[in-house]
């Protein structure tokens, strides 16, 4: 399967304590996005990288969570001292570089299965 | 990223053609405005994106309106595995994801 992976699929933890998510991205895509989703909501996005390079972060990353991408290829999302409002599924996606003339573009995010995570 | 507002819910009976509004009327010029669809317990699922222009692929059409202020995708013959939340969204390099259209595609 070359599609986006994430492990665990699923992590039941109890408050106060860390949790650490993988993401591996489809081989050669540059970005690498992580979202949030809570029940009846739509994805929420958190951050990104292109490459190594975290270029965005939204205002709901808390200094609780704290991302990597170390190599430019898997990435790490990792939230300290959980909280329950933490419980959520956490997504991962990843997109290619396409090219529109001379303009460079990431239009199409492929995303996988999902991390959701309970705390107790 | 621009503000996106679309019906809660739809029906459509398989076989038929699913068109799923949006409005986009805050998006900029440079926006693209993108579908993305969501099937239960499943990430969601990239559909079709446009910038001015009508377009079309293996799963769908997208119709933009020519002041770019609403978007229409079109399912041209919807089945029971269409059914799921259509997430329509305005931007760049980052997607702002709304609650969606649930659509339910019956017998």
Request: net charge positive; proline share 5%; charged share 20%.
């Amino acid at each position: 399967d070359t599609g986006v992976s994430q492990n665990p699929r699923h992590k039941i933890t109890k408050r106060g304590q860390n949790v650490t998510f993988r993401c591996d991205p489809i081989s050669e895509h540059n970005r690498l996005y992580w979202y949030r989703q809570t029940l009846g909501q739509g994805p929420e996005f958190l951050t990104y990288f292109q490459n190594e390079a975290q270029l965005e972060k939204s205002r709901l990353l808390s200094d609780r969570f704290s991302a990597e991408r170390p190599k430019g290829s898997f990435s790490t999302l990792e939230i300290q001292r959980t909280e329950q409002g933490d419980s959520a599924m956490y997504l991962c996606a990843s997109s290619p570089k396409t090219y529109t003339g001379a303009l460079k573009f990431y239009n199409e995010q492929f995303f996988g299965p999902g991390t959701r995570l309970t705390v107790l | 990223d621009a503000k996106t507002t679309q019906p809660p819910s739809m029906d459509c009976a398989e076989g038929r053609a699913a068109n799923l509004p949006c409005n986009h009327s805050t998006i900029s010029g440079n926006e693209y405005v993108y579908w993305y669809r969501q099937i239960h317990s499943q990430g969601p699922q990239y559909i079709i994106h446009g910038l001015k222009n009508n377009e079309t692929n293996e799963m769908a059409s997208l119709i933009i309106t020519e002041d770019r202020k609403s978007s229409t995708l079109i399912l041209p013959h919807a089945t029971l595995r269409d059914t799921a939340v259509y997430y329509c969204m305005g931007g760049y390099s980052t997607l702002t994801f709304g609650k969606g259209t649930m659509l339910l595609v019956s017998p």
